[in-house]
């Protein structure tokens, strides 16, 4: 089987290929990756096992149509990763959040089915949603996105959709809570209150800090994620949770707990505009229909991940820092 991988040097991507690589998951023995990736500021070669047999990398933009229709022909299956995923960059620079979330997720259906890919994997993200007071989103919800970012995702999913409805292209969508873990760029909030904590500096809070968020471990989310390339069924959406609620105060005092701070290391600055308060995801059917279950609790998580960074200074350290 030839997997291509679409955004795979960052975060998320690049621990699906190196766990897909290592025959981590059932029918992933003998699978060959090819990485696309642009190598924007969150994308790094060095998160990915260059000298494995059975990789390719290329470097190259997913709105760049005709690089796609030399690399994509030969492939069976795609998993889309890229995008622009940060939500204050969306905030003051929208711009790039439509064109590759949006432009680019077409650009790379459309690739796939003039060249006959068997089917393709659309990551998406819980925010599509929107807000909710109360209770959890259902694949049936209604999408309410409330910041740029979550919008060109929300339409990213709804061209997925067309794909699949009007061309039969094998479409799969997931929609994951927020994710942490290693290799995780230090803009988001887990790596960039660890990495000030480790190094002196303050964390700045949100407002009062209520908003509340589901955490999943990255390795939670790409097991799921090939659960669903593999065993998930076409033009199905399926949301990924980790069952971990936390509002942000509550992951801040984690935080200081277990790198021995006080709460003297907290600096509470102005809420970002349109800061959706709650998302919570009901996750039932990937674990009825395909059997997932998250195996890390987010206690032993945490601990792992300020551990990793931690252990791993080179990875974040800036010489201003």
């Known amino acids: 089987m030839r997997i291509l991988v679409t955004g795979a040097a960052g975060f998320i991507g690049s621990h699906y290929v190196r766990e897909v690589l290592a025959g981590s998951y059932p029918e992933s023995a003998d699978v060959h990756v090819t990485v696309l990736d642009r190598l924007t500021y969150a994308g790094r070669r ?63 259906l459309d690739a796939a089915l003039q060249a006959g890919v068997d089917r393709v994997l659309h990551v998406s993200t819980d925010e599509v949603y929107g807000s909710v007071e109360t209770g959890t989103w259902t694949e049936d919800s209604p999408l309410l996105p409330n910041s740029p970012y979550a919008a060109s995702k929300a339409s990213s999913d709804l061209v997925a959709r067309a794909y699949h409805r009007t061309h ?71 949301n990924i949770g980790g069952g971990s609620g936390l509002s942000n105060r509550e992951m801040t005092g984690r935080l200081l707990a277990l790198l021995g701070a006080d709460w003297d290391m907290v600096r509470h600055v102005e809420d970002r505009p349109g800061h959706d308060f709650r ?43």
Not at 179 to 197: A, C, D, M, S
């Open 168 to 238: 039969g292209l094998d479409v799969r969508i997931t929609r994951c809570s927020n994710n942490y873990g290693p290799y995780q760029h230090p803009e988001k909030l887990i790596p960039n209150f660890v990495t000030r904590l480790l190094t002196g500096r303050h964390v700045p809070l949100y407002g009062d800090g209520r908003n509340v968020r589901e955490w999943l471990h990255v390795d939670d989310h790409c097991r799921a994620l090939h659960l669903v390339l593999t065993k998930g069924r076409a033009g199905e959406v399926y």
């Open 46 to 108: 060095e998160n990915l096992p260059a000298e494995h047999e059975r990789f390719t990398f290329v470097r190259g933009d997913i709105c760049d149509r005709d690089l796609l229709d030399r690399v994509v022909p030969g492939h069976d299956a795609i998993v889309h990763f890229a995008a622009e995923s940060h939500v204050d960059r969306s905030v003051t620079a929208p711009g790039e959040f439509i064109r590759t979330n949006v432009t680019g997720t077409q650009q790379v």
């Open 279 to 321: 998302y919570a995801i009901d996750d039932s059917k990937i674990r009825e229909e395909l059997g997932y279950a998250p195996r890390w609790s987010i206690e032993s998580g945490l601990e792992a991940v300020v551990n990793w960074y931690r252990d791993h200074p080179g990875f974040w350290r800036t010489p201003a820092s």
